[in-house]
C-alpha cells in the first residue's frame, strides 16, 4: 500500500534492492522494489559459506553479519589443568580448599565463556535485523535502512 517508505532516500529512486535479495542473487538483474522484503523476527539463520569466487563483489559486500564464537573453553581447560596440579599438590594439606580452588575458577570460567558468547549472540542478532532492513539503489550507490513497518 505505501510504496513510498521502498525508494532510496538520497536520489528518490525506486531502484533498490535488500541485502539480502543481492546476497542471494549474486547479482541484481531485477529491479522490482517489492522483492525481497522479508521482514521477520526469526533469528535462527544458519546461512552458508560462499566461497570467493562466484559472488559478485555488490553481493559481498552486501553480506550478513557473521556470528562470532568466543572460544573461551580453552582458557578453561588450561586453567584446569594448572589448577588441578596445584590442587593435587595442596590437596595433602587442605583436601576441601584445593578441590574449591579447582571447581571454583573452573565454573567461573565457563560461565564467563557462556555470558560473553551469550552477549555476542545478541549483538549478533541486533546486526543480523539491520541486515535484513538494509538496501542498496542502484542508481547512486546509496546504502541505507528501511524501519520496518510499524502496525
Ligand atoms: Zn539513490
Keep these: 500500500m505505501n510504496g513510498n517508505r ?9 531502484n533498490i534492492q535488500s541485502y539480502e535479495t543481492i546476497y542471494a542473487g549474486g547479482r ?3 529491479t522490482s522494489t517489492t522483492d525481497g522484503i522479508s521482514i521477520g523476527s526469526d533469528f535462527s539463520v544458519g546461512h552458508a559459506n560462499t566461497s570467493g569466487s562466484s559472488i559478485t563483489h555488490l ?3 552486501c553480506a550478513p553479519p557473521v556470528r562470532e564464537i568466543y572460544r573461551g573453553y580453552f582458557a578453561c581447560i588450561f586453567y584446569g589443568i594448572l589448577a588441578s596440579i596445584l590442587g593435587a599438590i595442596f590437596f595433602a594439606i587442605h583436601p576441601i580448599a584445593s578441590v574449591i580452588g579447582v571447581f571454583v575458577p573452573l565454573y567461573k570460567c565457563a560461565k564467563r565463556v557462556k555470558r560473553v558468547n551469550a552477549e555476542r549472540y545478541l ?6 535485523k539491520q541486515w535484513q532492513h538494509s538496501y542498496y539503489c542502484h542508481r547512486c550507490g ?3 535502512i528501511i524501519k520496518e513497518e510499524e502496525s
Design 142 to 144: 546509496n546504502r541505507f
Design 6 to 14: 521502498f525508494k532510496c532516500p538520497k536520489c528518490g529512486s525506486e
Design 123 to 128: 549483538e549478533f542478532a541486533q546486526s543480523y
Design 28 to 30: 541484481a538483474t531485477q
Design 59 to 61: 553481493a559481498q559486500t
